[in-house]
């Protein structure tokens, strides 16, 4: 069955990094585009970080020049390398896989709680 699992937040200070990983298990992850998505308490989920199956990444403008999304295909995995972290920054972090061939295919993380103390 199509797994994905988020790893990798915690608590950090503003100013800090850390860097979140998405491993993915029964899905042909290869063709499938990998998004990170966040939801602060009480806010609308947004799209962070978009990698397509070929490699083209697609940014929202409060994270520019501070997060770096890539994916690994033959490990299966999406990761989001984030600097300079602000407390805005706080969420619960989604890892989303689509199936390029197929849209209705849409798989979803259980999350991972990013904070971010001032």
């Known amino acids: 069955q199509v797994q994905l699992v988020e790893s990798g937040g915690g608590l950090v200070q503003a100013g800090g990094s850390l860097r979140l990983s998405c491993s993915a298990s029964g899905i042909f992850f290869s063709a499938s585009h990998m998004t990170w998505y966040r939801q602060a308490p009480g806010a609308q989920r947004e799209l962070v970080a978009r990698i397509s199956m070929g490699g083209s990444t697609n940014y929202a403008d409060s994270v520019k020049g501070r997060f770096t999304i890539s994916r690994d295909n033959a490990k299966k995995t999406v990761n989001l390398q984030m600097s300079s972290l602000k407390p805005e920054d706080t969420a619960v972090y989604y890892c989303?896989?689509?199936?390029?061939?197929?849209?209705?295919?849409?798989?979803w993380g259980q999350g991972t709680q990013v904070t971010v103390s001032a």
């Open positions: 989303n896989a689509v199936y390029q061939f197929n849209d209705a295919l849409e798989f």
